[in-house]
């Protein structure tokens, strides 16, 4: 069977042909050399069948990572990292806040605003000198799922209710009023439409194409403590549960990792892990 007629099945069920270039530059995204790409790319393509769900593909791909280098296994995991922040999408809108703090933002979060009409919940406040942002925190567990068009429909609304009272606000007087809507999986194309014919600012895994999630993680080095590959689901859901999400709070202050009593042989491959991905930024 010949790849470039290879169907594969997506995490939404969708079937679409299997692209070879797409799983390459997943790897090259990560930090791997061609010689790692091609050597992964010639372990996985005789498993490959027809039918075969993308998720399968990406943990063979990422357990032949692994094999070669932890701290990239880490960084091609990226994606599913987030979604193991946490199922309630609160530790998101923790790890949303510290994006727009590396941004050059100041952040609150749970701010109840007064609308015109109601009082909205804000997930995250977001101000500068010349910017005042409501954030909406849209968290999925499931890869496959997708913010269709009643998102940025329903979120729209909402601010337009809340900048009713922010345009008569004198401390907020000669600032841009905006509304973003940050999600970890991806925007439909009409979602995406009408953010842009509403001067909407949307933020998902991979769109837009300079301002996305993953390019934001680079930029700034927020990998999540769930991309570490050297320690259990235990030992990341005790740090979580700290509040230490990133990567960059254990490379800055190594004594954090006490908490998970860790043998000292353990202890030093994580801490190689972890300087390894700051590093390799």
């Not at 068009?149 to 841009?176: C, E, M, T």
């Amino acid at each position: 069977m010949k790849l470039q007629e290879l169907i594969v099945t997506k995490a939404n069920g969708e079937q679409v042909l299997f692209s070879l270039d797409k799983l390459r530059n997943s790897l090259a995204n990560a930090g791997a050399s061609e010689e790692i790409i091609e050597k992964i790319v010639k372990d996985i393509s005789p498993k490959l069948y027809q039918g075969i769900s993308t998720k399968k593909i990406y943990r063979w791909a990422f357990s032949k990572l692994k094999q070669r280098s932890s701290h990239l296994a880490a960084k091609y995991k990226l994606k599913n990292a987030i979604m193991e922040l946490g199922p309630d999408g609160f530790t998101f809108e923790q790890f949303v806040k510290e994006l727009f703090i590396s941004m050059g933002y100041k952040t609150k979060t749970g701010v109840i605003a007064q609308g015109k009409c109601v009082k909205h919940e804000i997930d995250v406040l977001a101000s500068n000198e010349s910017e005042h942002h409501l954030v909406e925190c849209k968290y999925h567990s499931l890869p496959g799922k997708i913010s269709d068009v009643k998102v940025p429909l329903y979120i729209h609304s909402r601010f337009n209710d809340v900048a009713f009272n922010w345009k008569k606000d004198n401390a907020l007087s000669g600032k841009q009023l905006g509304v973003y809507v940050v999600t970890n999986t991806r925007f439909s194309p009409d979602a995406e439409q009408y953010a842009r014919c509403a001067g909407l600012e949307l933020i998902s895994w991979d769109y837009p194409i300079h301002k996305n999630i993953k390019s934001l993680i680079d930029q700034y080095g927020l990998y999540p403590v769930t991309c570490l590959t050297t320690l259990t689901e235990a030992e990341k859901k005790t740090l979580i549960d700290k509040k230490y999400l990133f990567i960059k709070e254990l490379w800055k202050n190594p004594s954090i990792l006490d908490l998970l009593n860790l043998s000292l042989s353990r202890l030093t491959t994580v801490k190689d892990e972890i300087e390894l991905i700051i590093n390799s930024k």
